[in-house]
């Protein structure tokens, strides 16, 4: 039996930390940096420690059933960076967005030995398991939303750690200001075919399969609280802008400039670029990005952010946002290569000669 791809999996980090009982009581409360260099090292430099804001001045986020927390917190001007932690009630399983009781405890935990499922752990230790969901209550008023990345852990104590980032919204300047919807949604057993349902895909099978998971919501006893905080930005130095004339016929896009914003957290860049040939892009199936190659071909890592964005432009052209390791430099930067995002074929590369 082949489970159907969850909201779970699209959004947690693909890495699961194998940790032993010794080294996850090591790293028993997760900070910022533990979130970044999880399989990886971010490239953040080390006077990143010191632009990092610890339990900052913030309102609300208590409830019956969990109370939420600003644990730490970086904004540097261009992202935001959040670790939020839900600390449960007692009796109270906390589940991360998107996560059912027949799923592995271990896509909670992120502990590869963790065997058992969701629904079984809570058994066994008589908790009643609830849903944690984390939004801005910009996004939910359709705005643009600085949350676009969300991983998670649940530690030793039964506290739920998030890790939300992205980059800060336009107009956002000298202090980011957002409040943070929390939600609590409690399970409860429900009868024989009814409740919450789940899709998966029988082996072979070209259709998704209901089944009822044996519970429901307690929609009388889910809790809403606002978690209010302002930020101000750290870290930041002055822009530097290049305006390029890079043709990539084989994808069907000229790239005209490219933007670098220094930070202690990340070397973050935009890539201004229009599209040249519709039929060619169209081919790409919108999958064209961009990568930075060093001066023998291999690809320069990547910062904090973890991959680039592209978005649309008032104007018609596009940009890709995203960052390098802050310990990159312009001047590493030989070429810039397309590539498809889901076919991984390269494309043309250009040399660069980085001048403002």
């Known amino acids: 039996m082949k489970r159907k791809l969850s909201l779970s999996a699209a959004i947690a980090v693909a890495a699961c930390l194998i940790l032993a009982t010794a080294a996850f009581a090591a790293v028993s409360h997760w900070g910022l940096f533990d979130f970044l260099n999880q399989g990886r090292d971010s490239g ?26 600003l644990r730490e917190a970086v904004y540097d001007g261009e992202y935001v960076y959040m670790v939020v932690d839900a600390t449960p009630a007692d009796g109270i399983l906390l589940l991360g967005p998107g996560l059912l009781p027949p799923d592995a405890m271990r896509d909670l935990t992120k502990e590869d030995s963790d065997a058992m499922t969701i629904g079984e ?16 209550a910009a996004a939910a008023e359709g705005a643009e939303d600085a949350i676009t990345s969300f991983d998670w852990r649940l ?69 809403r609280s606002e978690l209010a905080f302002a930020l101000s930005a750290a ?22 400039r490219v933007t670098f914003e220094p930070s202690p957290m990340a070397l973050y860049y935009e890539i ?11 081919a790409t199936e919108d999958g064209v990005q961009f990568e930075f190659l060093d001066a023998n071909g291999e690809r320069l890592p990547d910062g904090a952010t973890l991959g680039g964005q592209t978005a649309a432009q008032a104007d018609g ?36 000669t980085l001048e403002p």
């Not at 752990?121 to 801005?136: F, H, K, P, R």
């Not at 104590?157 to 409690?186: H, I, K, N, W, Y």
């Not at 201004?272 to 169209?282: G, L, P, V």
């Not at 498809?340 to 590369?349: G, V």
Request: net charge negative.
């Open 155 to 223: 530690e030793a104590d039964g506290t739920l750690v998030f890790m939300l980032s992205g980059e800060a919204p336009q107009g956002m300047g000298d202090a980011f200001e957002t409040t943070l919807l929390c939600s609590v949604t409690p399970l409860v057993p429900a009868a024989k075919g009814e409740g919450i349902t789940m899709q998966y895909f029988e082996e072979d099978g070209e259709e998704p399969v209901s089944k009822y998971i044996g519970y429901a919501v307690d929609e009388a006893h889910i809790q």
């Open 235 to 256: 870290g930041p130095a002055e822009a530097q802008a290049y305006d390029l004339d890079a043709v990539y016929p084989s994808c069907g896009v000229r790239v005209e």
């Open 272 to 282: 201004r670029y229009t599209i040249t040939d519709e039929a060619a892009y169209a």
């Open 121 to 136: 752990y809570a058994g066994e230790n008589d908790l009643q398991m609830a849903i944690v969901g984390i939004s801005t």
């Open 44 to 69: 953040a430099l080390p006077e990143a420690a010191e632009i990092v804001a610890t339990d900052p001045p913030q309102e609300g986020g208590a409830g019956k059933l969990a109370s939420f927390r």
């Open 317 to 352: 052209s596009l940009v890709q946002s995203g960052s390098l390791s802050a310990q990159s430099d312009p001047s590493q930067i030989a070429a810039l290569r397309a590539f498809n995002c889901w076919t991984k074929e390269r494309y043309e590369s250009h040399e660069l």
